[in-house]
């Protein structure tokens, strides 16, 4: 079994997470940063490298919408790269609702006392995490749901 890979798209960076094999937890890998917007080509092959590397066969791309539930052009952009992505590396990916994951993210690193600056570099990365591992969980209590179901 292969394992799942997180990501968090932000303007100028990607944060990148993968589950371990079991998939039980996210580990983030790395930040993934670029000069402009919509250049991706870097960044898409970087994904692909990884993707080979970490044996990954499905990917989970935080999806930005609103605090009020609705959908901006964040939320394009993200369905955008999603076509990409499932074009380019032939894998599903499931959007999934990232918010506050980049407050879990600043949240999490401030109770850990890590610097500005050391934040600053990684929320993207600790964001990708906390989405990963908020879908693992899911997945995990979707799968004892259904074996508890099925046992009676």
């Given at each position: 079994m292969g394992r799942i890979m997180g990501l968090d798209y932000g303007s100028v960076t990607m944060g990148v997470a993968v589950s371990d094999?079991?998939?039980?937890?996210?580990?983030?890998?790395?930040?993934?940063?670029?000069?402009?917007?919509?250049?991706?080509?870097?960044?898409l092959q970087r994904i692909e490298q990884l993707i080979e590397q970490y044996d990954v066969e499905l990917i989970v791309l935080g999806y930005p919408k609103n605090m009020n539930n609705?959908?901006?052009?964040?939320?394009?952009?993200?369905?955008?790269?999603?076509?990409?992505?499932?074009?380019?590396?032939g894998l599903e990916v499931v959007l999934w609702d990232e918010r506050l994951s980049?407050?879990?993210?600043?949240?999490?690193?401030?109770?850990?006392?890590?610097?500005?600056?050391?934040?600053?570099?990684?929320?993207?990365?600790?964001?990708?995490?906390?989405?990963?591992?908020?879908?693992?969980?899911?997945?995990?209590?979707?799968k004892n749901r259904k074996e508890n179901e099925d046992g009676r």
């Open positions: 094999e079991l998939w039980l937890t996210a580990q983030g890998l790395e930040v993934i940063r670029r000069k402009e917007e919509n250049k991706l080509r870097h960044t609705t959908e901006g052009e964040r939320c394009q952009k993200s369905e955008a790269l999603k076509e990409t992505l499932e074009r380019r590396t980049t407050v879990s993210a600043h949240r999490s690193m401030l109770e850990g006392n890590l610097s500005r600056e050391r934040r600053a570099k990684n929320v993207d990365m600790i964001a990708a995490v906390f989405i990963l591992q908020n879908y693992l969980e899911r997945l995990n209590y979707q």
